[in-house]
């Protein structure tokens, strides 16, 4: 299916090359995310991933591959999260993690 020009508008930010080189090739799961924005699992995935699907999507050429099920809130499938790529976004966003979130 060929992409709208909503959907080409909306794309991941290309990460510089000098942007935390020690974690090429890392993949980190729900709770090493966590670790990092000093918030629990739940949080993350609620308030922090979900509503932020169609930039972080695989799919869509994001970091994240969400877990395969019809409910994600009930899934026992990990994620699987490139780490360089989701730590750049982070510290892009770290005032919308840590205080009201995205509107």
């Given at each position: ?20 080189p020690d974690l090429y ?52 499938a990990p994620y699987k ?23």
């Amino acid at each position: 299916m060929p992409r709208t020009k909503l959907q080409n508008q909306l794309e991941f930010p290309k990460v510089p090359e000098f942007v935390r080189p020690d974690l090429y090739g890392i993949t980190w799961g729900l709770s090493e995310v966590s670790k990092m924005v000093k918030r629990d699992t739940k949080f993350v995935s609620k308030y922090v991933l979900k509503p932020n699907r169609r930039v972080l999507d695989v799919k869509y050429g994001g970091p994240v591959k969400f877990p395969a099920a019809s409910n994600d809130e009930k899934s026992n499938a990990p994620y699987k999260i490139q780490a360089r790529e989701i730590a750049f976004w982070i510290d892009q966003n770290w005032s919308k993690i840590q205080g009201k979130g995205w509107d």
